[in-house]
């Protein structure tokens, strides 16, 4: 008789991860001791940490941290309802209010998760009878969300506007709604959303922005790749998460009232899951005062990742087509990258290596990523470390 187990036993992801184990070369669930933020503690060793999506460095604020115990004092740990029933407060709403207007839209919601966000969104508004166009690169939710939304998916290759208008020439007949990141989780590059936006408008799709790593870092005051490309008006949906530049956990899809009231009433990651807590609420408003008041965080990570991207470049690195934070280091063989990301590892540089299926076949990378608390000596010794070791292994 069958065993629903036995998938287990020959499980090739499974089987590799426990030769990485044997190996040495296993990168991942690294129980972190002790983080500051640019500074974390792995197995008793003090490591520069460049694997983070603390981008603003916001976690350690003192007005952030003040507020989120501030909160717990006053509210307790938890909400234990959902924000459809007892589990909605004040504090929530002002969120909304501030988030909507931060994002230049009528209305916001907030989720328990930026995955939630996503398939809360999706699923509320997508059904059968229509269809989801997405780019090759989206990020894994929401290609879960459009799954479980039960709609017709389909895919145009990475940036591609050719491929793009192929497909809503091909669906003309039928509702759509073109998905994409405003930054690329992997690649650090942008969506071109001004081509993107036009081809909606003449052919009448609806247009979705993930800016889950664009929110905090990109446009004027962080405010998202829809103000980097100043299209605000022109996206649709909004979707951002708090668990990078909000130092927080949770997420938030923003656009036109009327279509935040029906997501609110049909999302279904809302309405059975219990809200945000305190703690993470008031740690997202506390982040958004320190924005707003004090630009400095947004244009100091833009400084410091820059210097790293050009300075990578320069000693024969290829990292894509980054404009971001996010800085990737493309090698290809996924065994080279454990090698590398190892010896980075020894070396005192805690980054992380992305295998397949993370990005596709002989794509393998490392990826980087910075933030505006990075000193300029944290920076000097990454470069240093991935000149001795790009050198050693052969990579440049």
Same mark, same amino acid.
């Given at each position: 008789?069958?065993?629903?187990?036995?998938?287990?036993?020959?499980?090739?992801?499974?089987?590799?991860?426990?030769?990485?184990?044997?190996?040495?070369?296993?990168?991942?669930?690294?129980?972190?001791?002790?983080?500051?933020?640019?500074?974390?503690?792995?197995?008793?060793?003090?490591?520069?940490?460049?694997?983070?999506?603390?981008?603003?460095?916001?976690?350690?604020?003192?007005?952030?941290?003040?507020?989120?115990?501030?909160?717990?004092?006053?509210?307790?740990?938890?909400?234990?309802?959902?924000?459809?029933?007892?589990?909605?407060?004040?504090?929530? /709403?002002?969120?909304?209010?501030?988030?909507?207007?931060?994002?230049?839209?009528?209305?916001?919601?907030?989720?328990?998760?930026?995955?939630?966000?996503?398939?809360?969104?999706?699923?509320?508004?997508?059904?059968?009878?229509?269809?989801?166009?997405?780019? /090759?690169?989206?990020?894994?939710?929401?290609?879960?969300?459009?799954?479980?939304?039960?709609?017709?998916?389909?895919?145009?290759?990475?940036?591609?506007?050719?491929?793009?208008?192929?497909?809503?020439?091909?669906?003309?007949?039928?509702?759509?709604?073109?998905?994409?990141?405003?930054?690329?989780?992997?690649?650090?590059?942008?969506?071109?959303?001004?081509? *993107?936006?036009?081809?909606?408008?003449?052919?009448?799709?609806?247009?979705?922005?993930?800016?889950?790593?664009?929110?905090?870092?990109?446009?004027?005051?962080?405010?998202?790749?829809?103000?980097?490309?100043?299209?605000?008006?022109?996206?649709?949906?909004?979707?951002?998460?708090?668990?990078?530049?909000?130092?927080?956990?949770?997420?938030?899809?923003?656009?036109?009232?009327?279509?935040?009231?029906? *997501?609110?009433?049909?999302?279904?990651?809302?309405?059975?899951?219990?809200?945000?807590?305190?703690?993470?609420?008031?740690?997202?408003?506390?982040?958004?005062?320190?924005?707003?008041?004090?630009?400095?965080?947004?244009?100091?990570?833009?400084?410091?990742?820059?210097?790293?991207?050009?300075?990578?470049?320069?000693?024969?690195?290829?990292?894509?087509?980054?404009?971001?934070?996010?800085?990737?280091?493309? *090698?290809?063989?996924?065994?080279?990258?454990?090698?590398?990301?190892?010896?980075?590892?020894?070396?005192?540089?805690?980054?992380?290596?992305?295998?397949?299926?993370?990005?596709?076949?002989?794509?393998?990378?490392?990826?980087?990523?910075?933030?505006?608390?990075?000193?300029?000596?944290?920076?000097?010794?990454?470069?240093?470390?991935?000149?001795?070791?790009?050198?050693?292994?052969?990579?440049?």
């Amino acid at each position: 008789m069958p065993d629903l187990f036995d998938k287990i036993a020959t499980d090739p992801v499974l089987q590799q991860a426990r030769l990485s184990r044997e190996q040495g070369y296993y990168p991942y669930f690294k129980p972190l001791s002790e983080t500051e933020g640019t500074d974390v503690v792995v197995d008793g060793r003090r490591l520069i940490m460049i694997g983070s999506n603390n981008y603003l460095g916001l976690t350690t604020h003192p007005k952030v941290r003040q507020a989120a115990i501030d909160a717990i004092k006053q509210y307790g740990t938890s909400c234990t309802g959902s924000r459809f029933l007892n589990g909605t407060l004040e504090m929530h /709403k002002e969120l909304e209010r501030r988030l909507a207007k931060f994002l230049g839209k009528e209305s916001a919601i907030i989720f328990g998760t930026g995955y939630q966000s996503n398939l809360g969104a999706i699923t509320a508004l997508m059904g059968r009878s229509d269809i989801a166009i997405c780019d /090759k690169e989206v990020h894994a939710c929401i290609v879960d969300a459009v799954r479980m939304a039960g709609c017709e998916m389909k895919r145009f290759r990475h940036n591609d506007m050719n491929d793009l208008e192929r497909l809503l020439k091909e669906t003309a007949s039928s509702p759509r709604m073109v998905l994409l990141d405003g930054v690329y989780s992997m690649g650090g590059d942008l969506a071109p959303l001004p081509e *993107i936006v036009a081809l909606c408008k003449q052919y009448g799709a609806r247009l979705f922005v993930d800016d889950a790593h664009g929110i905090g870092v990109m446009g004027q005051g962080g405010r998202g790749t829809h103000f980097h490309f100043d299209c605000v008006d022109d996206v649709d949906l909004v979707m951002g998460t708090f668990s990078k530049s909000f130092a927080s956990l949770g997420g938030v899809i923003a656009g036109d009232a009327d279509v935040m009231d029906f *997501i609110q009433h049909h999302a279904r990651s809302l309405i059975f899951s219990a809200s945000m807590p305190p703690a993470n609420t008031a740690t997202v408003l506390a982040c958004l005062d320190v924005i707003e008041e004090d630009p400095s965080y947004v244009q100091r990570v833009h400084m410091q990742s820059t210097k790293v991207r050009d300075g990578l470049r320069a000693l024969g690195f290829n990292c894509g087509e980054s404009v971001t934070p996010i800085v990737p280091v493309f *090698i290809g063989d996924e065994m080279k990258t454990l090698m590398i990301w190892k010896a980075l590892y020894e070396y005192g540089i805690y980054v992380n290596p992305v295998l397949p299926p993370g990005v596709p076949p002989s794509k393998s990378l490392l990826r980087t990523s910075y933030m505006a608390t990075h000193t300029d000596d944290h920076i000097a010794k990454v470069l240093a470390a991935f000149e001795v070791v790009g050198k050693a292994t052969g990579l440049i």
